[in-house]
């Protein structure tokens, strides 16, 4: 290898990085801005969304890769600093993910420990339930607990994903912000429900 060979490398990395977490700053900025529009159509939010995927994609291997051309006193400071911006991807595909569902679009991304986002498989718009809501308060538990199980846990027709998403939309206040962080999987609706 050339003397110069590993810090152009290291260079090019770099700028790689830079350019790709700009144009996903942007794009987010862009998505936000026209997520929540009437006008806006779903297909074009899935577009952005999708390319956003492929960009956290892009960043995860440039920072794989220049791990390994950090010098020593650099790794632990540049660990740290990638760490942080896969926080900050992972709360942009939550951001996506929660547009996409206001709209109604049939993608969803999900974000994972990797800091990448995948795909949510589509989901159908669910028919309105009259439910009893929930803000937290402990003498309201006992029969809205009743009455969702009934209507929402007991019947076999609903996924997961489905039961959660009623659940959702029942909880309100500090009852909401519970489960706020609940992504919609089949195993998150076990888990927020023990919230």
């Known amino acids: 290898m050339a003397a110069g060979g590993p810090a152009l490398d290291r260079t090019a990395l770099i700028a ?9 700053t942007c794009l ?5 801005n026209i997520a929540l529009l009437p006008e806006t159509d779903p297909d074009d939010l899935r577009e952005k969304a999708k390319l ?3 960009l956290a994609i892009e960043l995860k291997d440039a ?3 220049l791990i390994h051309l950090w010098m020593d006193d650099e790794r632990e400071k540049e660990m740290e600093a990638v760490g942080d911006y896969r ?3 992972r709360e942009i ?7 996409c569902r206001i709209r109604g679009s049939t993608t969803t991304l999900i974000p994972t420990s990797s800091g990448t986002a995948v795909k949510q498989p589509p989901r159908y718009k669910l028919p309105k339930l009259s439910l009893a809501r929930f803000d937290g308060a402990l003498l309201e538990w006992r029969q809205f607990s009743d009455r969702f199980m009934k209507a929402i846990n007991d019947n076999p027709d609903l996924s997961g994903v489905q039961k959660l998403e009623y659940l959702q939309g029942a909880v309100t206040g500090p009852a909401a912000k519970a489960i706020a962080d609940y992504t919609l999987t089949e195993d998150n609706f076990k888990n927020a429900w023990s919230a």
């Not at 790689?16 to 996903?24: A, C, F, N």
């Open 52 to 54: 956003a995927e492929g």
């Open 28 to 32: 987010h900025t862009e998505f936000m």
């Open 87 to 89: 926080d900050k991807v």
């Open 63 to 65: 920072d794989l890769s």
């Open 93 to 99: 595909a939550t951001r996506f993910s929660r547009a």
């Open 16 to 24: 790689l990085r830079k350019e790709g977490r700009r144009r996903l």
